[in-house]
């Protein structure tokens, strides 16, 4: 009998689950009718489409503002599996959520523009925005004023001025970052085994090369080690021999957010997988086939040394936009700040009173990551929708005190003593917002070999796990977080596909 009730629950949870899902897709693809945007509404403008810009704009009531989106990327990217699909374990489009989608759901339709704000003029209020896609119109440049601004377009790739990095090595930060080096590494194996190639090129085409031991260089690596164990090898035997993955870091270790347990078992894992690690190796240099890197000898002394490579990935940090540069330049309180502009703890631009700032442009305190950018964002909803409703219930509280005033007889100024009271408790209420404040939730990064670690917060403290447990945590965390269910259902049938005809070896 219990295994009979156990069936019935199972099949009408399946069921819901269907049906929810079901839902979720009708509705998505089935948008209600907008509202037009209001000119005489105070004009927002948010700059981005990354995680700040995103979950500020999921939680906004668009209907309070005329609110203006501007990005060179019409479509959301969810960073985190971002290193997957340079090995093709998922394809790119799985984890981009186009903007159009989400915007045509908001109660107020917004303006979008895909563009690239080139400069922000303080004294002015104006953005001037460029079009830097393929095809142009007639019109390419043009200016937006603003009564408001968010910015929140995050960071570019940190070269340190190095020579050659820009010309020689691949980032890996955008889309195109990732198809460049799936590209790449195909490249690299199909010329290593061209006729007649020398031993010691072979061996050069098949180095891939990593530079920083940041979860960006971590988990791109692990990836591709994976790659060549799962499908590389078994496609290309000849490179069995000589393909290798090095990952170059300047500190005494990788992962350095991390507990010291969880970067010992990263450095242990890696070794298994082969996967060498130098750490206190500086890259100085960068030409189209060797990087020189200087690091401390037998004897202590420093050296600098050669490293012939095939692929380069360079993922040492983050620098601040110009865009970002330029607007720090216009504000005397900004001239301090290096690393972006510096924020107060409700994340407005310190010197400004009409701009905001989230994500990997701001300066607050925090680590530049996904987690503090979107609960920055969300933050900045919950502020606006706030500071919406505080404007409206003043200007009611002004006219009701005109009406006080004017009021024919006691008993109607007493009618409207009362509503002002009423009106006085929901601004009290309304106005109770407090500063920022950022929840770690943990972290979390893939190593390889079907294993992760993480170190998570709890309300008794921090605990730190690794392996292959922590490895579905983290693919469910990361499914979780997605940005819809489209997106969670490409993500799933990616994996499945990968791990049923192996990944995709052809160079497109
Ligand atoms: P972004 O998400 O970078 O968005 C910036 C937006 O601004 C983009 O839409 C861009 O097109 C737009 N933009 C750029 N220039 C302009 C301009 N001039 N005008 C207008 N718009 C502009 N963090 C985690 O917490 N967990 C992870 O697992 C994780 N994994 C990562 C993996 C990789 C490979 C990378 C690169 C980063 C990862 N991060 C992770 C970090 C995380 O992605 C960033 O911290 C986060 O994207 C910052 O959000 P943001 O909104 O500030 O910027
Ligand atoms: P990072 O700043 O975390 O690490 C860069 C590394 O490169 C540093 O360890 C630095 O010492 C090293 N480096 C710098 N110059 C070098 C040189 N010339 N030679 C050798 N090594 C050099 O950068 P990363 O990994 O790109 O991450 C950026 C941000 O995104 C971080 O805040 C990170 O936490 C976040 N992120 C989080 C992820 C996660 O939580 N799973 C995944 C990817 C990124």
């Known amino acids: 009998k219990f295994f009979k009730w156990l069936w019935r629950a199972t099949y009408l949870s399946a069921i819901g689950g269907l049906i929810y899902v079901g839902y979720g897709i009708f509705e998505m693809r089935h948008p209600p009718d907008q509202v037009d945007p209001d000119p005489s509404k ?28 501007i990005s060179p990327r019409n479509y959301f990217l969810f960073t985190p599996l971002l290193p997957s699909c340079t090995t093709g374990t998922i394809e790119h489009r799985s984890i981009m959520e186009p903007v159009r989608n989400f915007l045509r759901h908001k109660k107020a339709a917004v303006k979008f523009y895909e563009a690239e704000a080139t400069k922000i003029d303080y004294e002015k209020k104006v953005v001037y925005i460029n079009d830097e896609s393929e095809i142009k119109g007639d019109v390419t440049s043009t200016e937006v004023p603003f009564d408001m601004l968010v910015v929140g377009v995050g960071a570019e790739n940190a070269t340190f ?6 010309e020689h090595a691949l980032f890996l930060k955008e889309v195109n970052d990732a198809q460049a080096i799936r590209k790449r590494i195909m490249d690299c194996c199909e010329t290593a085994t061209f006729k007649n190639q020398d031993p010691e090129e072979i061996k050069r085409l098949l180095h891939m090369v990593v530079v920083g031991g940041g979860p960006t260089g971590v988990e791109f690596a692990g990836e591709l080690q994976d790659f060549f164990n799962n499908d590389l090898k078994k496609w290309i035997p000849d490179i069995t021999d000589n393909f290798h993955v090095t990952l170059v870091e300047a500190l005494p270790n990788v992962l350095p957010m991390f507990s ?40 202590g002394k420093k050296q600098l040394e050669k490293i012939p490579y095939g692929l380069l990935v360079w993922a040492t940090g983050n620098a601040v936009r110009p865009v970002v540069k330029d607007l720090m330049s216009q504000i005397p309180a900004q001239k301090d700040s290096r690393r972006g502009l510096a924020v107060n703890e409700y994340l407005v631009v310190k010197g400004t009173e009409n701009i905001w700032a989230v994500g990997d442009c701001a300066v607050a305190n925090y680590a530049p990551t996904a987690q503090v950018a979107s609960q920055e964002g969300a933050f900045l909803a919950r502020l606006f929708n706030q500071m919406a409703k505080t404007e409206a219930l003043e200007s009611r509280l002004k006219e009701l005190s005109e009406a006080q005033e004017t009021a024919p007889n006691k008993q109607a100024r007493d009618e409207v003593f009362t509503n002002i009271k009423e009106l006085q408790r929901q601004l009290r209420r309304v106005k109770q917002i407090g500063p920022f404040e950022y929840s770690h939730q943990g972290s979390l990064a893939y190593i390889g070999s079907e294993k992760a670690v993480a170190d998570i917060s709890w309300l008794t403290g921090n605990f730190a796990t690794g392996g292959t447990l922590t490895y579905f ?21 990616d994996w499945v596909k990968a791990k049923l005809f192996g990944r995709d070896v052809s160079r497109e």
């Open 473 to 493: 945590f983290w693919r469910s965390a990361y499914l979780s977080m997605c940005f819809s269910t489209r997106n969670r259902i490409l993500v799933i049938m």
């Open 161 to 166: 001025g190095i020579p050659g990095v820009r």
């Open 260 to 299: 010291k347990q969880l970067i010992d078992y990263t450095e242990k894992t890696f070794k298994e997988e082969t996967i060498t690690i130098r750490t206190k190796t500086m890259v100085k240099n960068v030409t189209d086939k060797y990087i020189e890197a200087e690091s401390a000898g037998p004897d």
């Open 42 to 69: 105070k004009t927002l403008v948010i700059l981005g489409t990354g995680w700040g810009s995103v979950s500020l704009l999921k939680k906004l009531d668009t209907e309070n503002y005329n609110v203006v989106v």
